[in-house]
């Protein structure tokens, strides 16, 4: 991959569920080392856009690129691209967080030396070091949080996506693991696509993505964006933008 080619590029990604229509003709393109805030409403089909390019769904329409490489059936090769960290916890809690984080290496191939190395400096990176030998479901949602974004990261990814990973936890837990991932989108170079529902995870972004009722109907940099909509503040930026999207619709439909 060479250092000017998009980590993600989607192209027209369309999918619906029976006659509900998820993702509709959704085209956007995330640059090495972006951290990219995907904001949207419950329902706005960001989970959606999630599954599919973690393999759980296929679109129906459209072309998605990782890394340079096309996202189809029976190609690994993009999806070892990617480490992700889902709105649900994904991690077996009986077991400590070295075995789980053990075990996701193993998946991925690392030798158990290259393993327990990666670990190790994880843990020392996301301050769980201590913790390591404790069964999972004994550690604060925020640790618990900041292990599975370990195991996102044991297989150093291109694109990290990130599932509106702070629901659940307390405000101060909230702002670490997102300052965590920013500043690892600066300092390894490694892209983040960040799903939310919550603005202020989206203020810092170096894109901004506003998914509503399944379309994009925003993608730029925060600063561009209220400067364009001459809005003060993102929450006012949010309802003018989707307002606006909600007029349209209703005026096509006339
Ligand atoms: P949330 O913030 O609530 O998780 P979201 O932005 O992730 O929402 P999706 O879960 O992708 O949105 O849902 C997009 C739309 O598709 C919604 O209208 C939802 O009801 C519908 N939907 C999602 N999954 C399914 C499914 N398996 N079958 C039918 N409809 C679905």
Same mark, same amino acid.
């Given at each position: 991959?060479?250092?000017?080619?998009?980590?993600?590029?989607?192209?027209?990604?369309?999918?619906?569920? *029976?006659?509900?229509? !998820?993702?509709?003709?959704?085209? &956007? @393109? $995330?640059?090495? +080392?972006?951290?990219? /805030?995907?904001? *949207?409403?419950?329902? !706005?089909?960001?989970?959606?856009? &999630? @599954? $599919?390019?973690? +393999?759980?769904?296929? /679109?129906?329409? *459209?072309?998605?690129?990782?890394?340079?490489?096309?996202?189809? @059936?029976?190609?690994?090769?993009?999806?070892?691209?990617?480490?992700?960290?889902?709105?649900?916890?994904?991690?077996?809690?009986?077991?400590?967080?070295?075995?789980?984080?053990?075990?996701?290496?193993?998946?991925?191939?690392?030798?158990?030396?290259?393993?327990?190395?990666?670990?190790?400096?994880?843990?020392?990176?996301?301050?769980?070091?201590?913790?390591?030998?404790?069964?999972?479901?004994?550690?604060?949602?925020?640790?618990?949080?900041?292990?599975?974004?370990?195991?996102?990261?044991?297989?150093?990814?291109?694109?990290?996506?990130?599932?509106?990973?702070?629901?659940?936890?307390?405000?101060?837990?909230?702002?670490?693991?997102?300052?965590?991932?920013?500043?690892?989108?600066?300092?390894?170079?490694?892209?983040?696509?960040?799903?939310?529902?919550?603005?202020?995870?989206?203020?810092?972004?170096?894109?901004?993505?506003?998914?509503?009722?399944?379309?994009?109907?925003?993608?730029?940099?925060?600063?561009?964006?209220?400067?364009?909509?001459?809005?003060?503040?993102?929450?006012?930026?949010?309802?003018?933008?989707?307002?606006?999207?909600?007029?349209?619709?209703?005026?096509?439909?006339?």
């Amino acid at each position: 991959m060479t250092t000017r080619q998009p980590v993600l590029r989607l192209e027209g990604v369309s999918k619906a569920y *029976g006659a509900k229509c !998820a993702l509709d003709d959704v085209s &956007f @393109q $995330i640059g090495r +080392g972006q951290f990219v /805030a995907l904001l *949207g409403e419950n329902g !706005a089909g960001k989970t959606t856009l &999630f @599954q $599919i390019l973690t +393999g759980l769904y296929t /679109a129906d329409r *459209g072309t998605i690129e990782i890394a340079g490489i096309p996202l189809g @059936q029976g190609n690994s090769m993009a999806r070892q691209q990617i480490g992700a960290v889902f709105q649900a916890p994904t991690i077996d809690g009986e077991r400590s967080a070295e075995a789980n984080l053990l075990f996701h290496a193993r998946l991925f191939g690392l030798s158990r030396n290259t393993a327990r190395r990666r670990i190790d400096s994880l843990a020392a990176q996301f301050g769980f070091t201590d913790s390591l030998g404790q069964p999972m479901r004994t550690l604060s949602g925020g640790m618990r949080r900041r292990v599975e974004l370990a195991r996102a990261l044991i297989n150093a990814p291109a694109l990290l996506l990130m599932d509106e990973p702070t629901v659940g936890l307390d405000p101060v837990s909230r702002r670490q693991l997102h300052s965590e991932v920013r500043q690892r989108c600066a300092s390894e170079n490694v892209s983040a696509l960040w799903a939310t529902h919550l603005v202020d995870e989206a203020a810092t972004a170096d894109q901004l993505l506003i998914l509503h009722r399944g379309r994009l109907i925003a993608a730029d940099t925060p600063q561009e964006l209220l400067v364009r909509f001459a809005a003060t503040d993102l929450t006012t930026l949010f309802m003018q933008i989707t307002d606006q999207a909600d007029s349209k619709r209703w005026a096509n439909k006339t």
